[in-house]
């Protein structure tokens, strides 16, 4: 049996993607909810600070936050 950690883990990668996802269920749901657009706009915007974060990376922990 698997323990639970006491804190939460996230991906960079499954971030962005989920984000993605959500953004694409928003936009298939907003001609029968239209107050659904501010939800697509926050899952768009997440998606692409998670890309962005993503790009700065360069496959190494993050440079952008240095420990300076």
Do not use: C, R
Not at 48 to 55: D, V
């Amino acid at each position: 049996m698997k323990t639970a950690t006491p804190y939460l883990k996230t991906s960079h990668w499954d971030d962005a993607i989920s984000s993605l996802e959500a953004a694409h269920e928003f936009t298939e749901q907003l001609a029968m909810k239209p107050h659904y657009w501010k939800w697509l706009v926050i899952a768009v915007h997440s998606a692409i600070q998670g890309f962005m974060a993503l790009a700065l990376e360069q496959g190494n922990s993050l440079p952008a936050m240095s420990e300076k």
